[in-house]
């Protein structure tokens, strides 16, 4: 079945500096990959996501770009704030009559001002 | 933030106890989910339901016991868990079980003792 490994486990970073997150899947057949954010106590909430037809899909501060050839994925923050501090989880799965979303471990990121 | 919601939010049960868990989409969705997470592990998928009908069971133990009465309402019925089952219950609703966009509530933070 599809392995979803997601790097670094943490991340702290400055305001206004840059934040990348990694994710590599195993599994050549999936198609979506989105990403949730899951700031403390709450529960995840989708940010972005890109189909495999798509190399890169920007919104504001935001982007992600995808490798389908090399199976990695990732997300972009630029510019970032104390407000973006949380968990971000990678996701894939492929459209097989259901969808069977399988999750990186997450990252912790923390914006310090 | 209302479209999935979860009751209840903490819950506290002994091993010989039996409790249910309640979710509830206002979205439309005909697809619902179960997933645990637990400290330092992926969000894990339990079950999916697709109008109405259980399409995945991930080998969760039988102590764990899932109902869709209908494409709004599920539940999560527990019943002699263990203490390593304490963790946060989420469930998520998607538009229908080919749709790639899932929607969480929540949660349920779980603690067994």
């Known amino acids: 079945g599809e392995n979803v490994e997601q790097h670094p486990s943490t991340l702290s970073v400055q305001e206004g500096d840059s934040a990348v997150i990694k994710c590599t899947y195993s599994?050549?057949?999936?198609?979506?990959f989105p990403w949730y954010k899951q700031e403390l106590g709450k529960r995840p909430q989708l940010i972005i996501d890109?189909?495999?037809?798509?190399g890169e899909k920007k919104d504001q501060r935001i982007a992600v770009t995808l490798n389908k050839t090399a199976k990695h994925f990732s997300l972009h923050i630029t510019e970032t704030q104390p407000e973006d501090s949380a968990v971000y989880f990678c996701?894939?799965?492929?459209?097989?009559?259901?969808?069977?979303?399988?999750f990186g471990t997450g990252t912790r990121l923390l914006v310090s001002p | 933030e209302t479209g999935v919601t979860q009751t209840p939010r903490h819950l506290v049960m002994g091993m010989t106890n039996k409790k249910s868990l309640k979710c509830e989409q206002h979205?439309?969705?005909?697809?619902m989910y179960w997933y645990k997470q637990s400290a330092k592990k992926p969000l894990e998928l339990m079950f999916v339901?697709?109008?109405?009908?259980?399409?995945e069971n991930n080998s969760v133990p039988s102590r764990f016991s899932p109902e869709c009465p209908n494409s709004s309402h599920l539940f999560l019925h527990l019943h002699t868990l263990q203490p390593e089952d304490s963790a946060l219950y989420l469930c998520?609703?998607?538009?229908?079980?080919?749709?790639?966009?899932?929607?969480f509530g929540p949660g349920t933070r779980l603690t067994v003792l």
């Open positions: 996701a894939a799965s492929k459209h097989t009559g259901f969808q069977k979303l399988v």
């Open positions: 979205l439309g969705h005909n697809a």
């Open positions: 998520a609703s998607s538009q229908d079980r080919g749709s790639n966009t899932q929607y």
């Open positions: 599994d050549s057949a999936s198609n979506y």
């Open positions: 339901y697709s109008l109405e009908e259980r399409v």
């Open positions: 890109i189909r495999s037809n798509v």
